[in-house]
């Protein structure tokens, strides 16, 4: 994944940073109701909540980081 470019999917109308992390764990969290195996790029804005959702759901976290503002996290099914 070595020199991607990521970016937001689709620009928001608001520029608060707050929403945008809000959205992305919204998104993470409905994922994470199944049990299988979830992957998703992650702001590394959002480092802290992913380790306390992993912690929540009983999930092993994997994180690899990409570049200064993005994380690849990937989550085992639950224990």
């Known amino acids: 994944m070595e020199g991607q470019h990521f ?3 689709l620009a928001f109308d608001t520029d608060s ?3 945008v992390r ?5 998104r993470l969290w409905e994922q994470l109701k199944t049990d299988d195996v ?3 790029g992650v702001r590394t804005d959002n480092a802290e909540m992913i380790l306390r959702i992993a912690e ?3 999930r092993r976290l994997h994180c690899e980081e990409l570049n200064d503002e993005w994380l690849h996290a990937t989550f085992d099914p639950p224990a």
């Not at 809000?22 to 919204?26: D, F, L, N, R, T």
């Open 7 to 9: 970016a937001l999917a």
């Open 38 to 40: 979830v992957a998703q």
């Open 56 to 58: 929540a759901t009983g």
């Open 22 to 26: 809000g959205v992305e764990i919204g």
């Open 17 to 19: 940073s707050d929403f």
